[in-house]
């Protein structure tokens, strides 16, 4: 059965600090794909990055990082100098193999909290 | 801009009542899926159809079920509401095409079942 870990239930740091979010997986298909996404106060979930299993580059989007690492099958997310409006919970989530259900499977949840 | 809306943001309905949570998406995607978020349990996957009066069952369909009769609109059917079902309801829709595409998603409808 398909998982999604994020052990860390809550960080709170202080602005410009960087913070790392950590993603572990577990899946037996050898095809699948992993997302975070992003939610706000308000409450709607904002996409911020899907990447494949055949793509184990690393992402780097403005002051967002993303290490995927097949070995250790984590997927961790770097917020560098981190700013008040990075405050949300963020989820991991992993996706079957594209022609099933393609259906999200969703991690906890990481609520941070960035303090001016 | 992909745009997910959902009926009624808040809700609350009595227990026993039969409840209609309304989602309808703008881009022409094949897939919409129906999760329900919990404080401590994430989002869990209720149901999802990945094209017209199509429907699959994810892990928590139990007192739910679903109609698509439109291919840009997917309805979640409380049968008989329990105080149980009280909850954050998310709608989301993705393309289908050879690969699992991003799910986009609506605003939410919060749940209150008295």
């Known amino acids: 059965a398909q998982k999604v870990t994020q052990a860390q239930t809550e960080i709170s740091v202080v602005e410009k600090e960087d913070v790392t979010l950590d993603c572990v997986y577990e899946?037996?298909?050898?095809?699948?794909?992993l997302f975070w996404y992003k939610q706000p106060p308000s409450g709607e979930l904002v996409f911020l990055i899907r990447?494949?299993?055949?793509?184990?580059q690393n992402e780097i989007s403005g002051r967002y990082s993303w290490n995927f690492q097949k070995s250790t099958s984590s997927f961790n997310f770097t917020i560098t100098a981190s700013q008040v409006v990075d405050s949300a919970v963020y989820f991991c989530?992993?996706?079957?193999?594209?022609?099933?259900?393609?259906?999200?499977?969703f991690g906890k949840g990481t609520k941070l909290t960035v303090n001016p | 801009d992909v745009k997910v809306t959902q009926s009624s943001r808040y809700l609350v309905k009595r227990t026993g009542e039969k409840v209609f949570l309304e989602c309808v998406q703008d881009?022409?995607?094949?897939?919409m899926f129906w999760y329900r978020q919990d404080p401590g349990l994430g989002l869990r996957p209720i149901y999802f159809?990945?094209?017209?009066?199509?429907?699959e069952k994810g892990d928590i369909p139990e007192g739910y079920s679903v109609s698509r009769e439109k291919k840009e609109r997917f309805s979640l059917i409380l049968e008989s509401a329990s105080t149980n079902q009280t909850s954050m309801y998310l709608c989301?829709?993705?393309?289908?095409?050879?690969?699992?595409?991003?799910?986009?998603f609506g605003p939410g409808t919060r749940l209150t079942v008295t």
């Open positions: 159809s990945y094209d017209v009066k199509m429907k």
């Open positions: 989301a829709s993705s393309l289908r095409s050879g690969g699992a595409y991003e799910q986009y």
């Open positions: 881009m022409d995607h094949e897939n």
């Open positions: 990447r494949n299993s055949f793509d184990e």
């Open positions: 899946t037996r298909d050898t095809t699948y794909y």
């Open positions: 989530a992993l996706s079957e193999a594209p022609g099933g259900s393609e259906k999200l499977v």
